[in-house]
């Protein structure tokens, strides 16, 4: 089975909202008091149970930002990759755990990292007698917050799954050092440099082939099959989510009645968590029935004879006008000279 498309470079970061939950779970196991400061959507990710629940890279900061203010910490990254458990992970936290060495380990974070976000891709192996773990930025919105807590949370995962407290490993940081170093020396227990080229984690050659512990073959093929499933099913639900979508706009518009709250009723979502997911296909509302608008005036005008003042009132214009500006802006053509372009070339291969 293939490994997901690409996204495309223009669509917003996402990563699983466990990433959300464990932060906002963090606030209200410190602070429970302070959690009801925080945004309501954000909370909202504590009762969310689906695997495949996205947050967009630009909310998560969002909520650092908030709980790092609530707790008055600049940088949160070394404490919170204390709350991350190998289930946060979800069936790739347990496919990790069956592992039988760090290098299969490093090979399954490549293969299946796209299921915890999609902001970094993952690079692994041993070179100059060293084993490295990678984090490479899929595109040019970077996110060094997310880079020191993956890191902090894979050095803290490989020593347990290996059995290796006194593990010493090294790490290089593409952003800029926070105000405070010492819990990333502590934490990595080697050298620790930030300002660097790229993100990533060192460990003696060695390193990659330690047992894991909790190493199971038969789990592991298992688990691995699961995974494959789930990354498929990542890579075609926003695909699937759009054609739903499509349909359903489409149908209000035939209908002459098309919003938000209405659409969002049908597909059976919550009106924010609509606009939340569309804004993670880097998409509007408003963006959305132009599309389908478009589309279907296109459609329209090629095959039916529908007036233009019948197929303006059809998908919504409150008048012809509206509609022929609208039109032009989606094709450069008039409506009554995309009509008769269409009927040229039907003639010509007839």
């Known amino acids: 089975m293939q490994n997901p498309r690409p996204t495309p470079v223009n669509v917003p970061r996402t990563l699983n909202a466990t990433y959300a939950r464990v932060l906002v779970g963090h606030v209200q196991q410190v602070r429970p008091e302070s959690v009801h400061l925080l945004d309501a959507q954000h909370v909202a990710h504590l009762a969310q149970n689906d695997p495949m629940d996205r947050c967009t890279l630009q909310a998560w900061h969002a909520l650092v930002d908030a709980c790092e ?40 974070l490549k293969r299946f990292h796209h299921l915890l ?9 041993v070179t100059d007698s060293r084993f490295y773990l990678r984090l490479d930025a899929a595109t040019p919105e970077q996110s060094h917050r997310l880079a020191r807590l993956s890191f902090c949370i894979w050095a ?27 819990p990333y020396r502590r934490i990595f227990g080697g050298t620790v440099r ?21 190493q199971d073959a038969a789990s592991h093929t298992l688990l691995c099959g699961q995974a494959q499933k789930h990354l498929a099913l990542l890579s075609h639900s926003e695909d699937r989510f759009m054609a739903q979508l499509q349909v359903v706009v489409r149908t209000r518009l035939d209908g002459g009645k098309v ?70 802006r989606w094709t450069g053509l008039s409506p009554g000279a995309f009509r008769r372009s269409r009927a040229t070339a039907v003639s010509s291969v007839s």
């Open 194 to 214: 930030f300002d660097q080229a790229d993100n990533t984690l060192w460990g003696d050659a060695a390193c990659a082939e330690l047992p894991i512990l909790s």
């Open 69 to 108: 203010s609530l707790l008055g910490t600049r940088d949160l990254m070394p404490e919170l990759s204390e709350q991350f458990k190998p289930w946060h992970a979800g069936l790739m936290g347990f496919t990790l755990m069956t592992c039988s060495t760090v290098q299969e380990l490093g090979a399954l």
């Open 117 to 125: 976000n999609d902001v970094f891709v993952v690079g692994h192996g």
């Open 156 to 182: 803290r995962r490989l020593r347990w799954l290996t059995g290796q407290p006194d593990l010493r490993l090294d790490v290089s940081f593409a952003g800029p050092p926070p105000a405070d170093t010492t």
């Open 259 to 328: 919003s938000l709250e209405d659409v969002a009723a049908e597909l059976q979502l919550p009106p924010r968590t609509l606009q939340r997911r569309l804004e993670e296909l880097g998409l509007n509302f408003r963006l959305m029935v132009d599309s389908v608008r478009s589309s279907q005036a296109q459609h329209y005008l090629s095959e039916t004879e529908m007036t233009l003042v019948e197929l303006a009132s059809a998908l919504g214009f409150a008048d012809h006008a509206s509609f022929n500006r609208a039109f032009k």
